[in-house]
């Protein structure tokens, strides 16, 4: 399972999204109400879960590209993709 995106600037994005409205819900009850609680729903949406899974999700779409796993006999090593 990849938590990552297609783009580094559609992660962000969804991290503004994420964030955004997760603040908005929980700083804009004394104006709103209760009814502010409905962003909840999307800032689940924006992190694919929550906020850990976003920062994963980011962490794997820096290093997308960048980086090889190469599992020989049961030890496995990570290291620099070669250009």
């Known amino acids: 399972m ?3 995106s297609t783009s580094l ?19 804009l009850p004394p104006t709103v109400g209760p009814a502010s609680l409905l962003l909840l729903p999307v800032t689940l949406l ?15 779409t820096i ?5 090889q796993r190469d599992c020989v006999d049961g030890q ?8």
Not at 63 to 67: D, F, H, N, T
Request: charged letters at 15%; proline letters at 6%.
């Open 2 to 4: 990849t938590f990552a």
């Open 9 to 27: 600037p559609r992660h962000l994005i969804r991290g503004v999204i994420g964030f955004g409205s997760l603040i908005a819900a929980f700083a």
């Open 46 to 60: 924006a992190f694919r879960g929550c906020p850990t899974c976003w920062v994963i999700g980011l962490i794997e």
């Open 63 to 67: 290093s997308r590209g960048r980086l």
């Open 76 to 83: 496995c090593t990570l290291a620099s993709r070669p250009s």
